[in-house]
Structure formats: C-alpha cells, structure tokens
T-cell receptor
Framework: DAGVIQSPRHEVTEMGQEVTLRCKPI?????LFWYRQTMMRGLELLIY????????DSGMPEDRFSAKMPNASFSTLKIQPSEPRDSAVYFC????????????FGQGTRLTVV | SQQGEEDPQALSIQEGENATMNCSYK?????LQWYRQNSGRGLVHLIL?????REKHSGRLRVTLDTSKKSSSLLITASRAADTASYFC?????????FGGGTRLMVKP
C-alpha cells in the first residue's frame, strides 16, 4: 500500500479564496483524521470519521472549515473563505480500528494564505 | 489544550549516546503512543503502550509507562544521526488522541 496520500503538498492562496485539501486513506482503514500543525498550537485534531461518518468535529475552528468523506477512499477538507491565520500544515491520518491502534499519517499539505 | 507535555523541549547529543524523552499527562488514558516526525514530513508511529503495560521494547526503543505518576519515557539507545527528528507522545483518552508539543532531538555525528 502506498500509505496515506495527500494533495497538494503545498498550496499558496490569497485571502478570501476557497481551498480544498484532499486525502486518500489506506485501504481497509475505518478511521480517518484531519489534524492541523502550527508552531504556536502544535498538533490539533480537527475532525475524524468512522466508516465515512463524521464522529467529532469539535476541533474545527470555525464554520469556514468543512470536511467530507463521500466514500471510504477519499476525504476533503475545505476552507472557505481562507484567512492568513489558517496557514499551517494539515495532516490526514488513518487507522484500522481507531484510537487503540497506530495512526498512519500522510506527508501533509503546507498551506500558506497571503 | 495539550494532554501530553514532553520534556525536554529540545535535546542535543552525540552519536552513540542514549536519548531520553519524557511525557507527562493529566487524565486517565487507554494507551499512550510515541511518534517521530522528520523535518517537513508526516508523523511516523513508533510504539504503543497500553495502560496496563509498564514497559515495551522495539529495537533500540524502550518505552515505560507509570500510570500512578501519569508519565511515560522514551529511551533511544545508541543514537544515530538519522534519529534526528521531533518526537511526540500522544495520549488516548476516551475518543481522542491528543499530541504533546514534542521534543526536538538532534544527534550530532
């Protein structure tokens, strides 16, 4: 398996624009997580899915953030409109059975909003 | 807020020396996990220790868990330059996996 695949690796966008980050989890993993990493706040869990259903989105900072998982092999994280403070590295991770097992992380998307 | 807090925040050692990183947390946990992150890369899982375990080994890694003190330690023996990375502990409590701020380890050749 190629692991968790995220795209794009880097994204530079202007404030106010819509940004869509994409993730392909490892086949057979039932859980998918979206994390954000910044120097100030470290790694923060934004939302996670179990069997394509959003379970906990309490970490999503604002209504500008939304995430979907239309099928077991694809998820998106959308920011609309984007703001400079959204600049961070966004990671997608998947695991087989949730919190009791290891999570496999993608390489991340470095987002810069100017 | 971060459940786990690593100590020290940064550590610099010579190749061949041992590196010890500590993690303290606040609430009861189901398990504790250690991850490594190389610069500009994603996190890689190293080891998972359950709340009823006290020690676990994996190659040059040794993890201990003291639930009475709510602390864990990661020991890397005979360090190599390739071990240079940030190391994070992550605590699983309820339906959450919360990461600490990490320890930046530099191993000098």
């Amino acid at each position: 398996d190629a692991g968790v695949i995220q795209s794009p690796r880097h994204e530079v966008t202007e404030m106010g624009q819509e940004v869509t980050l994409r993730c392909k989890p490892i086949s057979g993993h039932d859980y998918l997580f979206w994390y954000r990493q910044t120097m100030m706040r470290g790694l923060e869990l934004l939302i996670y899915f179990n069997n394509n259903v959003p379970i906990d989105d309490s970490g999503m900072p604002e209504d500008r953030f939304s995430a979907k998982m239309p099928n077991a092999s694809f998820s998106t994280l959308k920011i609309q409109p984007s703001e400079p403070r959204d600049s961070a590295v966004y990671f997608c991770a998947s695991s087989r059975t949730g919190w009791g097992t290891e999570a496999f992380f993608g390489q991340g998307t470095r987002l810069t909003v100017v | 807020s971060q459940q786990g807090e690593e100590d020290p925040q940064a550590l610099s050692i010579q190749e061949g020396e041992n590196a010890t990183m500590n993690c303290s947390y606040k609430t009861s946990i189901n398990n504790l996990q250690w991850y490594r992150q190389n610069s500009g890369r994603g996190l890689v899982h190293l080891i998972l220790i359950r709340s009823n375990e006290r020690e676990k080994h994996s190659g040059r890694l040794r993890v201990t868990l003291d639930t009475s003190k709510k602390s864990s330690s990661l020991l890397i023996t005979a360090s190599r330059a390739a071990d240079t990375a940030s190391y994070f502990c992550a605590t699983n409590a309820g339906n959450m996996l919360t990461f600490g701020g990490g320890t930046r380890l530099m191993v000098k050749p």
